[in-house]
């Protein structure tokens, strides 16, 4: 008798059926195999996305149910169809979270190389969690802390049974590899959250309130530094691909794309050994070489991110192995969400790198990364950085820009002119310097305007000012590490009339507390040439490697 495995469906074929019990024993097995599918599929499955605790990152795509040790009754599978059985697909669960799975009207074009069968899409994993153990870990602190090795994982070097012959040693393929050692570097980070000694460590060493767990955070950045390695794709020219701009108030994504494009400790050249891809184009550029000037039709750009994506799955196999699950994209512009719906497994499965975090329009803190717009207007933060002490900020609060966007039109209305403590200026009078107003303000306001981002958040922490959010639905930079409210002030829109008395509140020396808590987390934020360890570069790569450890893939 031979078994076949065709994802999680086998398929049994025998040649005698000449004892009643060996019937007994099969003719189960089949009716089994029946109720997990048809025969050539693969499977995905989503745990713990329904769950109303957002510090669950954990999502997977699994060709094999056996293969995660997860029971639990939110646990979901649905089954993923390659391009050409397209006609067939439909959901196994009645669920509003599906990844990995395209709909009939989000399928694209024939001539697709998306999730054909030119690759095999192999198993990812889930990588479970557990309950939040403090306060530490709750909304979207760094869950990776939590993270449970399923049952059936094993080190590389690690035999599951004693031999009972004489094996030949098992060849480990290179994902293989890859995988173990992201196993050992979950239980070291796992080991740190049990108040285990991290590293040794002569640089800045992570402590205080402004992070969720330091210690956890310490680990894993350490982690990230030994091992963690992304391949960005060759293909493309520049200006839209491998370049972005540097001097705008999108530099965060034109820095970032220009400096892994010569970076030597994190890129590899060779692919193989890669844990994350990078897809290296410029939302940015696109609208300045791609889009045609107020014609207010995205199809260009729309197109410009299928045609690389096809590209890429194409030619490499590492697309179609995982459904992007291992791959990123990074944006700071407005429309950088817009561009990822071109392809619906970039949106679904993938890393995405933005600035515009707004969860109402389907930024998903589980698996997508926040990281802060900077407006660099000379190319260097060097004039941007410092300020006095809170003894000599005689200011409460302050804010000037340009009126767009719901929110600013309400801070206008309510404070602009009407209060000396709360200075409200549409436009700063001749001869005052914005940077000079924050530097002698105690609470910075940062309202979103027609996006959720504002560069006002980095300005503030640059100046030393503690900075109020005024958003609805925005994931602040970094979350998964910093414990934002340690060091900022979050106000509802429909608390805007009550500013004035909700800053009141805060006593001298719970400013004075998060006033030093702004310039000890300002290194994060920093933008250097070259980059410094736990600057912005670095810290959009760990929260991008927290990402990729949350998801296991295997070989088929």
Not at 163 to 172: F, L, N, T
Not at 436 to 458: D, H, N, Q
């Amino acid at each position: 008798m031979a078994d076949f495995v065709y994802g999680n469906c086998f398929a049994w074929r025998f040649c005698s059926s000449s004892s009643k019990k060996l019937l007994l024993f099969i003719v189960p097995l089949i009716v089994i195999s029946g109720f997990f599918g048809p025969r050539n599929s693969n499977w995905v499955s989503l745990s713990g996305l329904q769950s109303t605790r957002p510090w669950l990152w954990g999502y997977s795509v699994s060709s094999n149910s056996s293969s995660s040790s997860s029971s639990s009754n939110d646990h979901l599978d649905v089954k993923l169809l390659s391009t050409k059985h397209a006609d067939e697909r439909k959901t196994m669960a009645d669920s509003n979270v599906v990844m990995g799975v395209q709909d009939k009207e989000e399928s694209l074009s024939n001539d697709s190389v998306l999730n054909s069968s030119v690759s095999p899409s192999l198993p990812v994993e889930a990588v479970h969690a557990q309950e939040p153990q403090n306060e530490n870990d709750v909304e979207f602190g760094l869950n990776i802390s939590l993270l449970k090795e399923p049952q059936s994982s094993h080190s590389m070097n690690e035999s599951v049974d004693p031999p009972m012959k004489a094996r030949e040693p098992k060849v480990y393929t290179n994902l293989e590899r890859l995988e173990s050692g992201l196993q050992k570097a979950r239980a070291a980070i796992r080991d740190a959250r049990n108040g285990n000694q991290t590293t040794p460590d002569h640089d800045y060493v992570p402590q205080g309130p402004m992070y969720r767990n330091a210690n956890v955070f310490h680990r894993s950045y350490s982690e990230m530094e030994k091992q963690f390695k992304v391949y960005v794709y060759k293909e493309g020219e520049p200006p839209v691909f491998h370049n972005g701009p540097c001097k705008s108030i999108y530099s965060t994504e034109g820095f970032f794309i220009n400096r892994m494009e010569v970076d030597k400790q994190f890129r590899t050249e060779d692919p193989e050994k890669a844990h994350v891809f990078f897809l290296p184009f410029s939302v940015t550029m696109m609208v300045r070489f791609v889009y045609i000037r107020d014609t207010h039709d995205f199809g260009p750009i729309r197109r410009t991110v299928i045609d690389y994506v096809n590209l890429v799955a194409g030619r490499y196999p590492y697309w179609n192995r995982s459904l992007g699950a291992d791959h990123f994209m990074l944006s700071c512009h407005d429309w950088g969400p817009e561009a990822s719906l071109s392809v619906p497994n970039l949106q679904k499965n993938s890393i995405r790198a933005l600035c515009n975090a707004n969860t109402s329009e389907r930024f998903n803190p589980i698996k997508d990364v926040s990281f802060p717009e900077i407006n660099l207007q000379t190319g260097t933060i060097k004039d941007m950085i410092g300020g006095p002490s809170p003894s000599q900020r005689s200011i409460l609060a302050f804010f000037a820009g340009g009126v767009h966007g719901p929110i600013r039109p309400v801070l206008l209305e309510h404070w602009e002119g009407k209060d000396e403590d709360i200075q409200v200026f549409k436009y700063l009078p001749k001869g005052i310097s914005y940077y000079a107003m924050m530097r002698k303000t105690k609470f910075c306001l940062c309202p979103s305007g027609y996006e959720v981002a504002s560069p006002r958040i980095v300005e503030a922490i640059y100046t030393g000012c503690v900075p109020v959010l005024i958003s609805d639905h925005y994931t602040p930079p970094f979350s998964d590490v910093l414990n934002w409210k340690s060091f900022s002030v979050e106000v509802s829109v429909s608390d805007i009339p009550n500013l004035k008395r909700i800053l009141m509140r805060i006593s001298s020396r719970q400013y004075i507390r998060m006033q030093r808590r702004v310039v000890q987390v300002r290194k994060h934020f920093e933008l250097n040439y070259p980059p410094k360890r736990l600057d912005v570069f670095h810290m959009i790569l760990h929260s991008v490697w927290l990402r990729r450890l949350n998801v296991r893939i295997q070989d088929m």
